[in-house]
């Protein structure tokens, strides 16, 4: 079980220096974040392996990417083919947003066929695509996002489960019923936390709730549930920290690295 970095909080800065970083906080390997504005960039998709050599070099495997295409087109298929090339061998896709103004089957329908042409993209690449659990998806749940995923080949589309967005901020899915359900495409995990407070008092004398990201020991995710759990089943895949934190970005990586040493207290204790 290989603990990454989520490359997000990195954005704006070159490769060498985002390399530099990822190696300095310590973690196993890198989720390569590919979205414009960021070291690597959708639309320069042949410096991908530009960046996987960087991020070797000093240190940092890159066995996971995080893309945002949810259409099996051509630029979808340069990405994952340089992705492939890479050596990268897992790759998050887009999300699917749910459109309330739309009937939910129609919707459905369209991303089981999109995802039709990603299964053939990553048979031909030899890659896995995921489908993150995500708020205001067609996937926002383990109960929903098995309806994209019935009928796939899991070592060609998989899950990658993500209970702080799943089980908090979207809903109350149990992450034990989640990963019932998600079994045996689940691959992947995004790790990080939230929760939620009171706010001010609306109309009608409704009061208003809100979330916001919390510390991994801070949140509502029973994170000392979850990761003893993953240890003692065996867990293979990868757990992908994620630093949501509204703060500038240096505070943000001092945060990420109690995370991160907060997570490898969990699994020490489990091995203990």
């Known amino acids: 079980?290989?603990?990454?970095?989520?490359?997000?909080?990195?954005?704006?800065?070159?490769?060498?220096?985002?390399?530099?970083?990822?190696?300095?906080?310590?973690?196993?390997?890198?989720?390569?974040?590919?979205?414009?504005?960021?070291?690597?960039?959708?639309?320069?998709?042949?410096?991908?392996?530009?960046?996987?050599?960087?991020?070797?070099?000093?240190?940092?495997?890159?066995?996971?990417?995080?893309?945002?295409?949810?259409?099996?087109?051509?630029?979808?298929?340069?990405?994952?083919?340089?992705?492939?090339?890479?050596?990268?061998?897992?790759?998050?896709l887009g999300f699917w947003r749910y459109d309330p103004l739309r009937r939910?089957?129609?919707?459905?329908?369209?991303?089981?066929?999109?995802?039709?042409?990603?299964?053939?993209?990553?048979?031909?690449?030899?890659?896995?695509?995921?489908?993150?659990?995500?708020?205001?998806?067609?996937h926002s749940s383990g109960a929903l996002a098995v309806q994209l995923l019935a009928g796939r080949d899991p070592v060609r589309i998989g899950a990658y489960v993500d209970p702080a967005n799943q089980i908090i901020r979207e809903g109350s899915e149990d992450w034990r019923l989640t990963l019932d359900i998600l079994d045996p495409w689940f691959c992947c995990m995004g790790v990080k936390n939230s929760g939620w407070f009171p706010g001010t008092y609306g109309a009608y004398g409704q009061r208003a709730w809100h979330s916001d990201w919390y510390g991994l020991d801070e949140g509502m995710v029973p994170w000392s549930d979850i990761v003893p759990h993953m240890?003692?089943?065996?867990?293979?895949?990868?757990?992908?920290?994620?630093?949501?934190?509204?703060?500038?970005?240096?505070q943000a990586l001092d945060k990420v690295r109690a995370d991160l040493a907060h997570l490898r207290r969990l699994v020490a204790a489990v091995k203990e």
């Open 1 to 92: 079980m290989d603990i990454a970095y989520f490359t997000k909080t990195l954005e704006g800065l070159p490769l060498e220096r985002a390399a530099e970083i990822t190696a300095g906080l310590g973690f196993d390997c890198a989720d390569l974040l590919i979205r414009d504005g960021h070291a690597v960039s959708p639309d320069r998709p042949d410096e991908i392996v530009k960046a996987v050599k960087l991020f070797a070099a000093a240190g940092v495997r890159a066995p996971m990417a995080t893309i945002d295409s949810t259409r099996p087109d051509d630029a979808a298929s340069r990405l994952l083919g340089c992705c492939g090339e890479a050596g990268i061998g897992q790759i998050r």
């Open 104 to 138: 939910w089957q129609v919707q459905l329908d369209e991303a089981r066929r999109d995802l039709d042409g990603f299964e053939r993209l990553a048979e031909r690449f030899a890659v896995t695509l995921t489908i993150q659990l995500h708020g205001g998806t067609l």
């Open 231 to 250: 240890v003692t089943t065996g867990f293979t895949g990868v757990l992908s920290v994620h630093s949501q934190y509204r703060v500038p970005r240096q």
